[in-house]
């Protein structure tokens, strides 16, 4: 159980054993199209055509034949609500020409993610030798996606929607979208190997948690350990603003610098997470220096900001320059001096 502001871990069992994932994989395929989405190579509109190849994927499927095309928008749907191993196939050949290579990325995003104990051998999930991940890890891949790609819950939140004008339906297999208050997505999964499988996400009162649940017996004990989850995550914390103090400090002074002050900037989040009931009891304390010296480099830590309960300190941000300060130089002084010597002529 994963808080998805913080990346906080709230409970866990056996988090970190690789396990088969199943279609929860197509997290990551979901993720790399939506990064591909962001930058431009992709558009909702952009027509992907069906392989052979990706035609003649078993497992879950909406039976797309060599040479169809559909939108990205579509495929999204198929993948997300249908779990359709045929259009993930054909999403990975129109990214990176083939699904060998684009497993390749998947792997690579995988490790720049910190996910040590996975690593992909497909992009749908099929069972296939080496293609493993774990519960905290599918929690990481899970947490990005919704953290930066926010409209992915526009297809995984989808109950029932169509194809082809019509006349493919498309229902979803996550039936905790039927059944549980708050839920955002986001993906199930089932093979033969890695029993029944899923990533779930939910949103009450500004608090965010990802379920993860991977080789349950059967769909009702899956449901079930991921409402068990969720139902404790919120139960036993809340989302908290951040009681940044009226009177924190903006700049600092700065000795021996072109520029007097240095512009402060806090990284603290807007919101953290707190023990259920005590988040009106938190308190922000700002530690920073008196005075600075340049030069000061942009991004530079010059201080912290402490989110601290009765308990002690829960959370340190950084207090960071936001912008450089370079020494002064002597040309700097002169013109200092000369500017000074002019106003009092």
Known sequence: LMEKSTGEILYEEHGEEPLELASV???MTMLLIMEALEDGTLTPDTMVAVSANAAGMGGSQVYMKEGETFSVHDMLK?????SGNDACVAMAEHLAGSEA?????MNARAAELGMTSTHFSNACGLDEEGHLSSARDVALMSREILLHHAEVRNYCSIWMD???GGATQLVNTNKLLKSY???TGLKTGTTGNAGVCISASASRDDLRLIAVVLGSSSGKERFAAATSLLDYGFAMFESALVPIPADAPKTLPVQKGEEPVLELCYTAPERCLAVKGQG????AEVELPQTLEAPIREGSVIGSLNIKNSQ???QSCP???AKPVDARSFSGCFRRVVNALWLTA
């Open 319 to 321: 207090i960071i320059a």
């Open 181 to 183: 208050n708050g839920i």
């Open 78 to 82: 198929a993948i997300a609500v249908a």
């Open 25 to 27: 994989t197509k997290v």
């Open 162 to 164: 169509t194809l082809r």
């Open 101 to 105: 290579a684009f497993v390749e990325r």
């Open 312 to 314: 002690g300190i829960l």
């Open 280 to 283: 009106s009891a938190l308190q």
